[in-house]
């Protein structure tokens, strides 16, 4: 049986998964200050295949060791996936945004999908039932927005996102988290309904480090996935392998 290892290194963090065929084994979340034992991994469950997908200029030592030990693929906008890619600018397209629709298509490849991830950006990717790619929104995360209000005024404090989130704001504090917290789940419900009356029952996701808070406080039902990038990837790879 194949054992891989999909590794995506994110704007703030690098999550990493080790799958035995589809079926995912375990997965780590590692801060950019960690060090992750990659030779280890690759050893404690017999890893042949790997996949890197990044966004960021990082990662050059542990793509080496995967090169050097694995078969290894670097996900890019000309990698083939098993469905269209229509995005005009693919050059300038995220990888991760790819692999999240990858795991979409194969888990209903003839279904339209909405995948939805919530993290340093808030993506809306949909895959239609014809097995097109066709792009989406890009809108900014819960933290670039606490950030903003507090870096573009003078006196509004810079808020962390755990904390109340009642619909009615009782002091600063407060406001700021209500209005942010709350604002994108407004905003995320706004999207779906719209795609709903544009695609015929459409699949919507839900995914990315922040979706554990929005989840409850959103009207339309999605499926929750954490590691629905690392299933893409997967995905990807197993499909470039066969």
């Keep these: ?135 989406g929104n890009i809108t900014p995360g819960i933290g670039l927005r606490l950030r903003a209000l507090n870096e573009f005024t003078d006196k509004l404090p810079l808020v962390d996102a755990p904390g109340d989130t009642t619909l009615l704001g009782y002091d600063t504090e407060s406001s700021i988290r209500s209005g942010v917290i709350n604002g994108v789940a407004f905003e995320i419900d706004g999207f779906i309904s719209a795609y709903k009356e544009q695609f015929k029952d459409i699949n919507v996701f839900l995914t990315g480090g922040d979706a554990s808070i929005l989840g409850r406080k959103l009207k339309n039902t999605t499926f929750a996935d954490a590691n629905l990038q690392l299933k893409g990837l997967n995905s990807i790879l197993l499909y470039n392998a066969k």
């Design 1 to 135: 049986m194949s054992r891989n290892l999909a590794i995506d290194f994110g704007n703030t963090a690098i999550k990493m998964g080790v799958f035995e065929n589809e079926r995912l084994l375990q997965d780590w979340r590692i801060a950019y200050d960690e060090s992750p034992d990659i030779l280890r991994i690759i050893e404690d469950y017999n890893v042949t295949m790997s996949i890197i997908c990044s966004v960021v200029d990082r990662g050059s030592a542990i793509k080496q060791l995967l090169q050097e030990h694995t078969r290894c693929m670097v996900l890019r906008p000309e990698t083939p996936v098993p469905f269209l890619n229509a995005y005009l600018t693919s050059a300038s397209l995220g990888m991760d945004r790819l692999a999240l629709v990858a795991a979409a298509f194969q888990a209903y490849p003839h279904n339209n999908n909405l995948v939805i991830s919530v993290g340093t950006a808030v993506t809306y990717n949909v895959l239609t039932s014809n097995r097109t790619f066709r792009g």
